[in-house]
């Protein structure tokens, strides 16, 4: 067993050394960008990972203290509620583990992916824009709206440091080319590193003063954990409500984005290595690790997509390389943090968080939406615009609600297939609406409904079947159906009253017993039962319609598809 443990560590030594020394300088920039400090950055990732490795299906996923949440943390810190943020991550597991239990994780899909690929986008516009004054070394007031932070750049602009402006702007395009040029090259570890040990060692010599984590964060010390009651202050029961409601607003946002990452990055992994997950324990695990992100106070994190592809490509081979890079994260963090971490340059981090955001910026996402779908990009764009104006905690429920509801209004638009038999004979097969157009006296129309009856499509039937304006024979036939509900079986009997009226034979086929027992309660169903036209077969009763009309004898069986 010890000789495998050592295989393993062996196996893996370069996932788990290049995740742990990519995600430290990650880690610390993602928390600043959300108004934590960065030590919760980096307990969040230590913790979070260690319990989702233990209780996540999948071997190669990695934990992080997620970006797509920080606009919406910083919204809410900037709120004087930083101090909160841990309690962000426990709500968010209880919603979690509310919908895993419910069954519901399937549902998360229902929320449209143009609503989500422009929430990200503004997600990392949002964070950009809020680096520049970390770039240019402003001391502005923080404001949860971006264009206001926006417009506050530009009017203090005559207050730029251009020290750190030059800085950010060099690591910027370094970073960048990098990326593009020698995408396999660790230009992240090697800028950090590099600018933390340079800064150490010239903090004496008379140097322009660049702005570091340590004149921010001085007074954070690294610890394993810290009691996350002591910095609460509920001064009385009013404050004590408007939290809650705030908290659990951000955190149903927070579930919901973090079970969409989770369930899309396993997949990721699963298409590359092949290796199968389970939605379900994947879900079980990203709950019970933001436990742990509490716990150790910490922040709400999901599974992150490119740390996951880094760990696959550093050829992980399970979750040793996990557990490896945590505990090596750790250690880096105890020897290195309140001596060496804390002359992080604020610029750098701006440089690497403004490169991040570019990447994850799909600049060509509306060409290609409008190609696709206009409803799509309409959707996106309004998404874009509400999450930059109002708060980005309404998006999901909003444009979740307008696209299930655009949804149904297409469902409900009746596009009902008809056989058409004229002359004793099959004449051809057209769309009901095009069928009303050219109906005759003596036609025999075999109408077959698919799926549902129900109350969001009764009122399209009702018009089209109350078009019917010549003597003909109608079959309905419920060979296709899924479900009939009590509201379309009620609006049967104004249907066949006003068919009734204008000389339509009606009958009715294949009218199984589940439907039928919801159906016989009405007088439409009494009517025909009496007169014998509710039968069985389809076939059967075309063949005897047809067979009165030719009065042939040997008529042969006509197959319905």
């Known amino acids: ?33 959300s108004w934590a400090t960065p030590m919760q950055g980096l307990l969040t990732w230590i913790w979070w990972w260690i319990f989702g490795a233990i209780f996540a299906s ?5 934990l992080w203290p997620a970006s797509a949440f920080s606009w919406i943390l910083l919204s809410f810190s900037l709120l004087h509620w930083v ?76 207050s730029v440091n251009l ?49 570091v984590l340590g004149d921010k964060y001085g007074w954070v010390w690294f610890t394993f954990y810290q009691n996350i009651f002591l910095p609460l202050h509920i001064h009385d029961f009013g404050s ?19 079970m969409i990452e989770t369930i899309v990055t396993a997949k990721i992994a699963q298409k590359i290595t092949k290796e199968k997950f389970s939605k379900e324990k994947e879900v079980m695990g990203l709950a019970l690790s933001n436990i742990a992100s509490w716990m150790f106070w910490g922040l709400p994190a999901a599974w992150a997509p490119t740390r996951t592809y880094l760990n696959i490509n550093s050829w992980a081979t399970g979750r040793t390389s996990a557990f490896i890079a945590c505990f090596l994260a750790l250690i880096f963090s105890l020897l290195f943090f309140n001596n060496w971490f804390l002359y992080f340059p604020l610029p750098i981090i701006a440089a690497i968080l403004i490169n991040i ?55 409900t638009k009746w596009g009902a297939k008809v056989s058409l038999f004229r002359n004793g004979k099959i004449h051809e097969k057209l769309s009901f609406s095009k069928y009303l157009k050219i109906q005759q006296d003596g036609d025999i ?18 018009e089209h079947l109350e078009k019917i304006n010549k003597p003909i024979t109608l079959i309905l036939s419920f060979s296709h159906m899924a479900d009939i509900d009590v509201d379309w079986a009620e609006t049967i009997d104004e249907v066949f009253l006003t068919m009734k009226n204008n000389w339509v034979d009606l009958y009715f086929s294949w009218l199984r017993w589940f439907f039928q027992d919801v159906i016989s309660k009405t007088k439409t169903y009494k009517i025909l039962d009496w007169e014998r036209k509710i039968l069985n077969s389809t076939s059967e009763l075309l063949n005897k319609l047809l067979w009165d009309i030719n009065d042939i004898k040997d008529n042969a069986t006509i197959p319905i598809d």
């Not at 409500?241 to 946002?253: A, E, N, P, Q």
């Open 163 to 211: 020290n750190a402006f030059v800085m950010f702007l060099i690591w910027f395009l370094f970073l960048y080319i990098s990326k593009l040029k020698y995408p396999k090259f660790p230009a992240v570890i090697i800028l950090s590193i590099a600018w933390i040990i340079c800064w150490y060692l010239i903090k004496l010599w008379y140097l322009p003063h660049i702005c």
């Open 83 to 158: 101090e909160y943020l841990p309690f962000i991550a426990i709500m968010a597991w209880v919603m979690i583990l509310l919908m895993h239990f419910l069954r519901l994780t399937k549902y998360v899909t229902l929320i449209p992916a143009a609503a989500l690929h422009w929430f990200m986008f503004w997600v990392w516009i949002t964070i950009a824009v809020w680096q520049f004054n970390a770039a240019l070394w402003l001391e502005l007031p923080k404001s949860d709206k971006i264009y206001f932070s926006f417009l506050q750049t530009l009017m203090n602009a005559n």
């Open 357 to 411: 955001a570019i990447k994850f910026m799909d600049f060509w996402l509306m060409k290609r939406l409008y190609a696709l779908h206009h409803f799509a990009l309409y959707i996106a764009v309004i998404t874009a615009f509400i999450t930059v104006v109002e708060d980005p905690t309404y998006w999901i429920i909003i444009w979740t609600s307008i696209s299930i509801m655009a949804y149904l209004k297409k469902i």
């Open 58 to 62: 999948s071997k190669h996923n990695v």
């Open 1 to 33: 067993m010890f000789q495998r443990a050592l295989l393993n560590i062996k196996d893996n030594w370069k996932s788990w050394l290049s995740v742990s020394m990519i995600t430290i300088p990650l880690a610390i920039s993602v928390a600043v960008a």
């Open 240 to 258: 004590f409500y408007s939290i809650i409601r705030k908290i659990i607003g951000v955190s149903f946002v927070v579930a919901i984005i973090a």
């Open 445 to 462: 129309v075999l109408l077959k409904f698919s799926w549902w009856l129900n109350y969001l499509n009764q009122e399209a039937h009702v």
